[in-house]
Every structure is written in structure tokens, then in C-alpha cells.
């Protein structure tokens, strides 16, 4: 049953093939028997009972396309019934009063919760090695990372723990695991996913997403997790979709921007070519291929590491040991309660990031770093229009290697940072951005390891997106491919 995607299980359920407690339990047993540390939390008892409820619905003739299909939430997505950590000790063992509004929207749908995935600490990373309950392991290759923050997302669909996964993205982080893990994951355009319940790192920038084995299962999570939510001030209100309502169109005369920037020299060889050989298959499904560049692609990194972490350092400033969370056992006055609880609190990666922030927003660096990278963001959303005037998708790799080895670049940040140099650019933009699998290269000792190829649309054009990638996976099967 693991194996099947998400209208397959719906059609078993619909059928009554099999009860959403079956596949409940199908999939509990099988994150038990899981060895990868892609969940934070599971309580079988709070899975059963949905899965229950979900049956009823069924038998009533109540039920939608995604009612009984298990789901697992990133650990960054508040829940009532399940520990909300954002992988950091600070929030070890917090429970949400209400639900995020993405919550809400799949336990509307039917959908059953297997339980919490692991995440970097507060969504700051690029390997799942952050975060308080440690390192997600790679199903492909368990030396190497998943990827990150929204490794254990990805982990886990890719060891078919579960059909689908919540996620989030803020400079890559449902692209890259995906990627690394060789499934399949969305980033919305900025604003189409409630941000309400989503433990916040650089509010301009976090998006929620989903990932799944195919890009038809990703339209029907889509469908569900997109709406307009007044309690989020930068949701967008707009008229509500079918995302897959153009999967079937053919790509005859499809424009496909191939950006120089990305096929530099920092590109992994093994990687540009599962790449090429993707741009190869569209050509042969219809496409043109067109030469543009997107010139500010290497200014994302300074201009996403001073952004970010910057409204990282006012987002977190709430986690002082007062309302909720970790405190700081032993202390004698306010000012070393707020210091002792952070300093507890906190992994490394935050402090740096924390650092860094207050550092370019306190008075006399604002203006030279804060206020500077929010024009340079604007000029490199300016670049992606005037690519657009020449294309109607851009391609090109997710990340410039395969998964490096778990520990390699633990003690160099920077090397973290670099590794997002092809996704950056698209979250400072606000675009839809896609990862879908293409092929392998090359680990340690040989492994196979999964290249992502990614799919770069202009606002609000998710359905196209879906589509492009729709016809490559019936083109070929790399999607279909799953760790042993």
C-alpha cells in the first residue's frame, strides 16, 4: 500500500478496499520499524482516532478525495494534540492551544495525522543537522543528509512513511530535501499558504508547502492547503483552484529558460548532467529551449543571510523564558533568566543567525546592510520579470551537488549557505518553485544518490508548474524509484 499515490489510496478507500484505520496502522508500523529520525512525535492512539473518524466519513458518503490518507506535519506547524518543537529545545515541550490554519484545512479534508516530522531548529539549515532531536538520516544513502530544514519531510516520503508530508520554504527548504531525497515538492507563490500557526523564522520569506511522491499528489495537497486566511495579514485573497486542472495539456511550443548562472562552475558534473538529460526529455516532449540569465543570482546568498536572519532576530526575540517554553533553571534576576534560557535554548546555527540579524538592524548598519539588501532583492525579482518576457518556466538544478555526507560541513557554515545558491533567489522573488527527481549521481563509496530538477514559475502559476512536471513523470519514471 505504501507504494501507491494519493488518488490510488483514495480509490481504495472510496472502494473499501481498505479502511483508513488499515492504512493508519499500514503506516504507523512502518514509521516504528523506521531507523531515519524523520518523525519528532507520534501518538498512535490520536492517529487512530482520526483515522476512525475519517471511516465514519466514508460510510457516510461524506467524503472527499483526500479523506483517510494518512498525512505527517513539519514540526514547524503548531497542533493541538501533538508536541509543536520547531526542533529546538526551546519549545521542547510545547503544546499548541489551536491548530495552524494548514492544519485545520487537512483535518477538514479528512485527512489523518501520522504525527510530527523533524526539522532544523526553527527552520535554519540546509541538512536536518540542527535540530534538537538530531540529524535526519538520507533513505538513499543513511551516511548522507536528507537535506533541509525539511529533511524529515522528505525523509519520510521517500521511505513511503507516509504518502504526504507538510513542509516549509524559506530559501529552499522544501526544494533542496526534496532534491536530496528524490521525491517531489512545491514551493507556492509567497502568500498563498496561511502563515498563521507556522512558528515563524523571516516572516517576507517562509511559505508553506507540500511534498509527495508525484506531482499530482502535490496538486491535491495544494488544493486543500491553498485559501485566503484572514488571520494571516500577507495571506492573498484570491479565487480558490483546481491545481491540477491542466495536468493533462501537452508542452508543444513550451519556452524553457535555461539560466547560464546555474550551470557554472561550482556545478557538480554528475549533476548538470541528470540535469541536461531532463532538458533533453522536454525537448523531445515539445519544448524550446532558451538561453537567458538572471545576472544577481550570486547576490541571493548575501542578500538572503542578511534579510533572513535579521527578521529571524526579531521573530525570536519571544522566546525569553517568561510566556512559554524552555526557563532557564537556576538564575538571580530578569536579565540572566532571559540570558541563561537563550543560551539554553538555542542551538548554534540560531545564536549565529540571531547575531547576525541584530547585528544589521542596529543602528548604524541598517542602512548599509539591511536597507541595501532589500533593494538588491527588488532587482533580482526585476530580473525574473524580464527572464519571463522570454520564457514561461525556468529550469535548472536545485543545488550544485548530490547530498554531502552526514558531519561534512557541520563546522562550516558558509559551505551550508553556498549550497542554496539555486534557490535563494526564487523565495527572495516570492515565486512558485518545483523539485522533481531526474536521475542520480554520485555519493561516497559509490551510492546512488538523487538529483532534483527545478521548476521556476511566475506568480501564481502553480497549475503550470504542476503540469510541466505532470508530463515529464508520465514520461518517465525517476518519481517512481525508491530506496531499497
Known amino acids: 500500500m505504501h507504494k501507491h499515490s494519493l488518488k490510488q489510496l483514495s480509490a481504495l478507500l472510496q472502494s473499501k478496499q481498505v479502511s483508513a484505520?488499515?492504512?493508519?496502522?499500514?503506516?504507523?508500523?512502518?514509521?516504528?520499524?523506521?531507523?531515519?529520525?524523520?518523525?519528532?512525535?507520534?501518538?498512535?492512539?490520536?492517529?487512530?482516532?482520526?483515522?476512525?473518524?475519517?471511516?465514519?466519513?466514508?460510510?457516510?458518503?461524506?467524503?472527499?478525495?483526500?479523506?483517510?490518507?494518512?498525512?505527517?506535519?513539519?514540526?514547524?506547524f503548531v497542533t493541538r494534540h501533538l508536541r509543536s518543537t520547531a526542533g529546538s529545545r526551546m519549545l521542547e515541550n510545547y503544546i499548541s492551544p489551536f491548530d495552524a490554519t494548514v492544519v485545520e484545512h487537512f483535518n477538514a479534508?479528512?485527512?489523518?495525522?501520522?504525527?510530527?516530522?523533524?526539522?532544523?531548529?526553527?527552520?535554519?539549515?540546509?541538512?536536518?543537522?540542527?535540530?534538537?532531536?538530531?540529524?535526519?538520516?538520507?533513505?538513499?544513502?543513511?551516511?548522507?543528509?536528507?537535506?533541509?530544514?525539511?529533511?524529515?519531510?522528505a525523509a519520510a516520503i521517500a521511505a513511503r512513511l507516509t504518502p504526504a508530508a507538510t513542509a516549509t520554504d524559506t530559501g529552499g527548504s522544501i526544494r533542496q530535501p526534496a532534491a536530496f531525497c528524490g521525491v517531489t515538492g512545491i514551493k507556492p507563490t509567497y502568500g498563498s499558504v496561511s502563515r498563521y500557526g507556522m512558528i515563524a523564522f523571516a516572516s517576507s520569506l517562509d511559505q508553506g508547502g507540500p511534498i509527495a511522491q508525484t506531482a499530482e499528489d502535490c496538486g491535491l495537497l495544494l488544493n486543500a492547503m491553498i485559501g485566503f486566511d484572514p488571520k494571516d495579514s500577507t495571506c492573498v485573497e484570491r479565487a480558490t483552484e483546481d491545481y491540477n486542472r491542466d495536468l493533462s495539456k501537452n508542452l508543444t511550443g513550451l519556452r524553457i529558460g535555461v539560466p547560464r548562472e546555474f550551470f557554472s562552475e561550482g556545478l557538480a558534473k554528475d549533476v548538470e548532467q541528470a540535469v541536461r538529460a531532463a532538458l533533453a526529455e522536454y525537448e523531445k516532449l515539445g519544448a524550446t529551449l532558451v538561453d537567458i540569465s538572471l545576472p544577481k543570482t550570486e547576490l541571493s546568498i548575501p542578500v538572503y543571510y542578511v534579510i533572513a536572519p535579521a527578521e529571524a532576530s526579531s521573530n525570536l526575540s519571544r522566546f525569553d523564558g517568561v510566556r512559554y517554553g524552555h526557563r532557564a533553571a537556576d538564575y538571580k534576576d530578569l536579565t540572566e533568566m532571559y540570558k541563561k534560557t537563550r543560551a539554553e535554548g538555542f542551538g548554534d546555527e540560531v545564536k549565529r543567525r540571531i547575531l547576525v540579524g541584530s547585528y544589521v538592524l542596529s543602528h548604524g548598519y541598517y542602512d548599509a546592510y539591511y536597507l541595501q539588501a532589500q533593494k538588491i532583492r527588488r532587482l533580482i525579482a526585476q530580473d525574473f520579470q524580464a527572464a519571463f518576457q522570454q520564457c514561461d518556466v525556468i529550469m535548472g538544478p536545485v543545488a550544485p551537488t548530490v547530498a554531502w555526507d552526514l558531519g561534512d560541513k557541520s563546522d562550516n557554515p558558509v559551505a551550508n549557505y553556498l549550497a542554496d545558491i539555486f534557490t535563494l533567489s526564487t523565495s527572495l522573488a516570492g515565486l512558485p518553485g518545483m523539485s522533481i527527481p531526474c536521475g542520480f549521481g554520485q555519493g561516497e563509496k559509490n551510492s546512488k544518490r538523487p538529483v532534483g530538477l527545478q521548476l521556476i514559475g511566475n506568480y501564481f502559476t502553480e497549475a503550470k508548474l504542476l503540469n510541466i512536471a505532470h508530463q515529464y513523470q508520465l514520461a518517465t519514471d525517476w518519481h517512481l524509484k525508491s530506496p531499497e
Not at 32 to 49: E, G, Y
Not at 113 to 139: I, Q, R
Open 109 to 153: 479534508a479528512g485527512m489523518v495525522t501520522l504525527g510530527k516530522l523533524n526539522c532544523d531548529e526553527f527552520a535554519m539549515g540546509s541538512s536536518n543537522e540542527n535540530s534538537y532531536f538530531g540529524a535526519v538520516k538520507n533513505p538513499w544513502d543513511t551516511s548522507a543528509i536528507p537535506g533541509g530544514s525539511s529533511g524529515g519531510s
Open 21 to 76: 484505520t488499515e492504512l493508519a496502522q499500514h503506516y504507523l508500523a512502518r514509521i516504528q520499524s523506521s531507523t531515519l529520525n524523520a518523525f519528532n512525535h507520534v501518538d498512535p492512539a490520536f492517529t487512530l482516532q482520526q483515522a476512525a473518524s475519517a471511516d465514519q466519513r466514508i460510510a457516510k458518503g461524506d467524503a472527499g478525495i483526500l479523506t483517510g490518507i494518512p498525512i505527517a506535519h513539519k514540526d514547524i
